[in-house]
Nanobody, 123 residues
Framework: QVPLVESGGGLVQAGASLRLSCVHS????????MGWFRQAPGKERDFVAR????????WYADSVKGRFTIFRDLAQNTVYLQMNNLKPEDTAVYYC????????????????WGQGTQVTVSS
């Protein structure tokens, strides 16, 4: 199992920003697709954003488009999720996910998962 380690979560007020990080190690071939998902209490895990391929094509859930940005540092084996203008409805555990395949927004398309980092946005 390839470890994915998330960090950067926390408690913030509405309108604030956070940057989540996901570091992966032990996978020298690299991942084709890396993504972020989130799960609020009592709800299903939902897609947030993904970055894919050599040129790093990105895709976002409508709910975060224009506020969140996914980007990566290949040299550091790290993918980031910059979250701006946070809203209370963004409160969730955020999970990093990865796969060697071309993937899009489905949970089952991803083979590796981190343990999650809590993001709480107060109103």
């Amino acid at each position: 199992q390839v470890p994915l380690v998330e960090s950067g979560g926390g408690l913030v007020q509405a309108g604030a920003s956070l940057r989540l990080s996901c570091v992966h190690s032990g996978h020298t071939a690299g991942f084709n697709t890396m993504g972020w998902f989130r799960q609020a209490p009592g709800k299903e895990r939902d897609f947030v954003a993904r970055i894919r391929g050599t040129i790093g094509l990105t895709w976002y859930a409508d709910s975060v488009k224009g506020r969140f940005t996914i980007f990566r540092d290949l040299a550091q084996n790290t993918v980031y999720l910059q979250m701006n203008n946070l809203k209370p409805e963004d409160t969730a555990v955020y999970y990093c996910a990865a796969t060697e395949r071309f993937a899009h927004t489905g949970l089952r398309e991803y083979d590796y998962w981190g343990q999650g980092t809590q993001v709480t946005v107060s109103s």
